[in-house]
């Protein structure tokens, strides 16, 4: 496979807004802030999060050419806003997103509320487009991220919403941390500590 892996550009904006809808438009989080089948949401909020929101590292991958995968990770205190911040920079935002935009507030604002009060570096999102996922893409942008958390010195933190998942980021040693449903949704909070 001809994988590679490079920082994101602005110039991949559509790219990535087109690999994360498809990605996340069946996560469970997303279906119930943004309904069922709403690519258009979906693509609405990874626009105005990229370029808004998506401040950290990030980096694309791209096979035979074509882009196919994202991460994004960004170091405590600026990987969330605090809690309180959260319903005017998601009304202000988000406002062209009308009905779904009560429930994203109570979705952010509870993982800002959660966001651990101590030095890590957060992951989110990653996302790999449907039709090349289980061929080691996401494992390969882990590796960068794992990468930063070792340079660095650091713990990792991040949210889940699918059981899947949470076997995948165990493989890269993190630990569920706690768990609760969130709009709905059953979530999953992961670190990985310090070795
Ligand atoms: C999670 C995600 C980034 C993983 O990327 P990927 O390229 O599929 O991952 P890899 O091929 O490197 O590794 C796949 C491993 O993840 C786990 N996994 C991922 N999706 C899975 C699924 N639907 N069912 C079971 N296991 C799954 C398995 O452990 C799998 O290993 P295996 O194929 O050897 O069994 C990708 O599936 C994705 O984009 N999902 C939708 C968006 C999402 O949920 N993002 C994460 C939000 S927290």
Same mark, same amino acid.
């Given at each position: 496979?001809?994988?590679?892996l490079?920082k994101?550009?602005?110039?991949?904006?559509?790219?990535?807004?087109?690999?994360?809808?498809?990605?996340?438009?069946?996560?469970?989080?997303?279906?119930?802030?943004?309904?069922?089948?709403?690519?258009?949401?979906?693509?609405?909020?990874?626009?105005?999060?990229?370029?808004?929101?998506?401040?950290g590292q990030a980096f694309?991958?791209?096979?035979?050419?074509?882009?196919?995968?994202?991460i994004h990770f960004r170091a405590w205190?600026?990987?969330?806003?605090?809690?309180?911040?959260?319903?005017?920079?998601?009304?202000? +935002?988000?406002?062209?997103?009308? %009905?779904? @935009?009560?429930?994203?507030?109570?979705?952010?604002?509870?993982?800002? /509320?959660?966001?651990?009060?101590?030095p890590h570096v957060h992951l989110?999102?990653?996302?790999?487009?449907?039709?090349?996922?289980?061929?080691?893409?996401?494992?390969?942008l882990m590796d960068l991220y794992i990468a930063e958390l070792e340079q660095e010195r650091s713990i990792g933190y +991040?949210?889940?919403?699918?059981? %899947?998942? @949470?076997?995948?980021?165990?493989?890269f040693g993190?630990?569920?941390? /706690?768990?609760?449903?969130?709009?709905?949704?059953?979530?999953?909070?992961?670190?990985r500590p310090l070795n």
């Open positions: 496979m001809n994988l590679v490079r994101y550009s602005p110039a991949d904006v559509d790219d990535c807004v087109s690999v994360l809808a498809d990605a996340f438009v069946s996560s469970p989080l997303h279906l119930s802030a943004f309904g069922n089948g709403r690519i258009d949401q979906n693509r609405r909020f990874f626009r105005l999060a990229l370029r808004n929101m998506f401040f694309v991958a791209l096979h035979d050419g074509a882009l196919c995968g994202y205190p600026y990987c969330l806003p605090a809690p309180e911040e959260i319903p005017n920079a998601a009304a202000t +935002l988000l406002k062209s997103m009308g %009905e779904a @935009v009560p429930k994203f507030i109570q979705w952010f604002a509870r993982w800002c /509320h959660l966001d651990p009060q101590e989110g999102p990653i996302g790999v487009a449907p039709g090349r996922q289980r061929q080691g893409i996401g494992t390969a +991040l949210e889940t919403d699918r059981v %899947e998942n @949470v076997s995948f980021y165990k493989k993190f630990v569920v941390k /706690h768990e609760e449903v969130v709009i709905g949704t059953t979530t999953w909070y992961m670190s």
